[in-house]
């Protein structure tokens, strides 16, 4: 049975991977500004669902899952309020 430091270790790992393979598309949005085929419900979605799991990773808790989700929430924000201040524009 691995150890709960690997166990966190791996946890961790994985939560870099996610929440830098955002840092691309958060690039280009802030770059392009277009946000045209970036569905607002996915993003709302996502959002509200990353939300949840900080919440649940404060409760069990969970280092990890808090924090990889925080940053993982900022980026993600980020795109979702130039979706927002761009469907305000249209």
Known sequence: MP????????GAVA?????LS?????VKTLRTQQT???SLSMWVLFC???????????????WPVVAANIPTLILAGLILAVKIR???RE
Do not use: E, H, K
């Open 3 to 10: 150890s709960t430091l690997s166990i966190d270790l791996l």
């Open 15 to 19: 939560g870099v991977m996610t929440t």
């Open 22 to 26: 955002f840092v691309p598309q958060v």
């Open 36 to 38: 045209r085929d970036i």
């Open 48 to 62: 509200c669902g990353v939300g949840l799991w900080i919440v649940y990773g404060v409760l069990v808790p969970a």
């Open 86 to 88: 761009n469907l305000r």
